[in-house]
Nanobody, 123 residues
């Protein structure tokens, strides 16, 4: 059974940093594309960052480029999202997702999902 277990969300002041973790069981993340999405209530799930299944190619939404970094720790079977210089508009529920091949921004294409972790940014 595949599980993506998320941790690391919480409350942070604007300008601060958080690191989200997505630890997998039943699935080897180094052999899958992994992405982070976020969602506000009543809004469409939004692509934040992704890392391809082969190598370490990463892609970011324009809104987070230069502030967020996605990375993968193969030994820990975990993917991280380091979020720096957080803004009020970054507040949302964040989800990690994995897929055998797809690494793009369409959330409907991903097969495996974490349960989400809230990020709150105070101004």
């Amino acid at each position: 059974q595949v599980q993506l277990v998320q941790s690391g969300g919480g409350l942070v002041q604007a300008g601060g940093s958080l690191r989200l973790s997505c630890a997998a069981s039943g699935l080897t993340l180094s052999r899958h594309a992994v992405a982070w999405f976020r969602q506000d209530p009543g809004k469409e799930r939004e692509f934040v960052a992704g890392i391809r299944y082969s190598g370490s190619t990463t892609v970011y939404a324009q809104s987070v480029k230069g502030r967020f970094t996605i990375s993968r720790d193969t030994a820990k079977n975990t993917v991280y999202l380091q979020m720096n210089s957080l803004k009020a508009e970054d507040a949302a529920d964040y989800y990690c997702a994995a897929d055998d091949l797809y690494s793009g921004p369409n959330w409907r294409q991903y097969d495996y999902w974490g349960r989400g972790t809230p990020v709150t940014v105070s101004s």
